[in-house]
C-alpha cells in the first residue's frame, strides 16, 4: 500500500498524467443504455480532473458485491490491466462504501475513487472565493467522515493526483472529533458569509433578480457574458463555473441583476448540494429563472429533468422559468443531413418548436449563445418576464429606473 502512496506521490510532483479505468455495473435499476451514458460523463468528469481515459469496465450483475462492488472474476480482470498498463487511478461510477474501496484498494494496488468524490475534487480544483473554499472543504470532510476507519491511506493527503485537493493539503486528522470540529467550523464559517451575502443582496432588493440554472456544461457562461458584456469565465469542461457571478444587465432602459450559478449534474453528492445551498440562495431568491439546456444533446431531456429534481430538492419556489434550448447550431450539425431539404428542416423545427412552447406554457426559446442566433427574440421575452415583475413588486410606478 506505501509502495503506491509513494508512487503516486512522485508521478504528481513529476507532472504526470494520471492513466485512469472507469468500472460501472448493469443491474435491475440501470439498464446497459443508460450505464453507457453514464460512463461518458465520467470518463468527461475524469478528463475535467485531469486524468486520461485508457480503459471501461463494466459487469452484469443483480445488485453490487457487498465487499468488492464488482464480481472475484471482474476484479481480477481490473486488476490485471491496471498492473499491466501502470494505471494510476481506478473511477467507479456509482458510490462505493468505506468497506468495499479499501478492499478495492489492496485488491487493485492503486487509487480507487467514486464519482462523488471525483465531482468533490473537481469542485475543490475550481474554488476560488473563501466561500466556495469553505463549502468544497465542508462536503469532502463530510464525505470522508465515515470513511475514517481503516482508511489511513486515503487520509495521507500528500500524495497528490486526483481525489486528493482541497483539505487533504492540510492533512485529515485520523481522529474523528478533531474531524468533526473542523467541520463546525466550516459551518460557523460558512454561516457567517452567508449572513454577509444576505446584507448584500437586501441593498440589491430594489432591482429585479435574474438567475441562470442548468446542467454543467450547456452555456450559462457564455450566455451571461453575452448578455452582460462581462467576461465570465467560460469553458468547455464541466464546472467551468463554481462561484456565483452576478452583474448589472440593462435592456431598453429597464436595469435587473444577472447572477450565473453553479451547474448540476446526475448523482450530485448530496454533501455538495448541502454545503453550496447558501450559494444557492441567489437562485432561491431570484424573481425569474433562466434555465438553459444543451439542445445539441441526445439527453437533453434527462438533464431537465435532472435540473427541475434538483431545484425543488433545495427549495426553489415558483418563480416564473424561461427555458433557453441553447447550441441552436451544434443540434442542425448533429443531427440534419447535409443533403436534407431545407423544407423538411423547418417542419422538423417547428415540431420540436410546438412540442416545448406547449410544454413551457410558451416560455422557451431556441437559441446559439455561440453565434447569436435568435438572441433578440431571447433578450425580448426576458424584458417582457422583468418588466411584470417589475410592475408586480412597484404596481405604482410609472417607470423602470
Same mark, same amino acid.
Given at each position: 500500500m506505501k509502495d503506491f502512496v509513494q508512487l503516486s506521490k512522485q508521478k504528481v510532483a513529476e507532472g504526470h498524467i494520471e492513466k485512469a479505468v472507469l468500472v460501472g455495473l448493469i ?10 451514458? @453514464?460512463?461518458?460523463?465520467?470518463? /468527461? ?7 486520461? !481515459?485508457?480503459?471501461? /469496465? =463494466? ?22 490491466? !491496471? ?8 473511477? /467507479? ?35 476560488? =472565493? ?22 489511513? =491511506? ?60 442548468? @446542467? ?15 467576461? !465570465? ?7 467551468? =463555473? ?6 448589472? !444587465? ?25 454545503s453550496f445551498k447558501s450559494t444557492l440562495d441567489e437562485v432561491r431568491e431570484s424573481d425569474v429563472l433562466i434555465h438553459v439546456v444543451d439542445f445539441a444533446h441526445p439527453q437533453f ?23 433557453? /434550448? ?26 420540436l418548436y410546438d412540442r416545448w412552447q406547449t410544454e413551457t406554457e410558451g416560455n422557451c426559446i431556441f437559441m446559439s449563445a455561440k453565434t447569436k442566433e435568435n438572441l433578440d427574440d ?11 415583475? @417589475? ?11
Amino acid at each position: 500500500m506505501k509502495d503506491f502512496v509513494q508512487l503516486s506521490k512522485q508521478k504528481v510532483a513529476e507532472g504526470h498524467i494520471e492513466k485512469a479505468v472507469l468500472v460501472g455495473l448493469i443491474h435491475q435499476h440501470q439498464t446497459e443504455e443508460k450505464l453507457t451514458e @453514464y460512463l461518458d460523463e465520467l470518463a /468527461f468528469l475524469a478528463q475535467t480532473a485531469g486524468a486520461e !481515459v485508457e480503459k471501461t /469496465f =463494466t459487469q452484469r450483475l443483480p445488485h453490487p458485491h457487498t465487499k468488492t462492488f464488482v464480481g472475484k472474476g471482474k476484479m481480477q480482470e481490473i486488476a490485471e490491466y !491496471v498492473a499491466v498498463k501502470e494505471i494510476d487511478l481506478v473511477i /467507479f461510477d456509482d458510490d462505493l462504501s468505506p468497506t468495499q474501496q479499501g478492499n478495492l484498494e489492496r485488491e487493485l494496488k492503486c487509487k480507487v475513487v467514486d464519482r462523488s468524490f471525483l465531482i468533490l475534487d473537481i469542485f475543490a480544483s475550481r474554488a476560488r =472565493t473563501a466561500q466556495a473554499k469553505a463549502q468544497v472543504e465542508l462536503a469532502q470532510m463530510q464525505y470522508l467522515l465515515p470513511r475514517l476507519r481503516g482508511l489511513w =491511506t486515503h487520509l495521507e493527503r500528500q500524495r497528490g493526483g486526483i481525489g486528493m485537493r482541497g483539505p487533504g493539503e492540510q492533512e485529515i486528522e485520523t481522529d474523528r472529533r478533531i474531524v468533526n470540529k473542523k467541520i463546525s467550523l466550516l459551518k460557523e464559517k460558512l454561516s457567517k458569509i452567508d449572513r454577509q451575502n444576505q446584507t448584500m443582496r437586501k441593498r440589491r432588493d430594489s432591482m429585479i433578480r435574474v438567475a441562470l440554472v442548468g @446542467y454543467t456544461n450547456v452555456g450559462k457562461s457564455t450566455l451571461m457574458n453575452l448578455m452582460s458584456k462581462s467576461d !465570465v469565465f467560460a469553458e468547455d469542461k464541466l464546472f467551468a =463555473t463554481l462561484d456565483t457571478t452576478v452583474r448589472k !444587465v440593462v435592456l431598453e432602459r429597464t436595469p435587473f441583476l444577472l447572477s450565473d450559478t453553479v451547474g448540476f449534474i446526475r448523482k450530485l453528492p448530496h454533501n455538495l448540494i448541502e454545503s453550496f445551498k447558501s450559494t444557492l440562495d441567489e437562485v432561491r431568491e431570484s424573481d425569474v429563472l433562466i434555465h438553459v439546456v444543451d439542445f445539441a444533446h441526445p439527453q437533453f431531456e434527462d438533464h431537465i429533468r435532472i435540473v427541475n429534481d434538483t431545484l425543488q430538492e433545495i427549495g426553489i419556489g415558483e418563480q416564473p422559468v424561461i427555458t433557453v /434550448f441553447n447550441k441552436l447550431d451544434l443540434y442542425r450539425e448533429r443531427n440534419f443531413d447535409p443533403y436534407l431539404k431545407e423544407s423538411v428542416k423547418r417542419e422538423i423545427m417547428k415540431e420540436l418548436y410546438d412540442r416545448w412552447q406547449t410544454e413551457t406554457e410558451g416560455n422557451c426559446i431556441f437559441m446559439s449563445a455561440k453565434t447569436k442566433e435568435n438572441l433578440d427574440d431571447f433578450r425580448a421575452i426576458l424584458l417582457s418576464h422583468v418588466q411584470k415583475q @417589475y410592475s408586480i413588486r412597484y404596481p405604482y410606478r410609472s417607470s423602470f429606473f
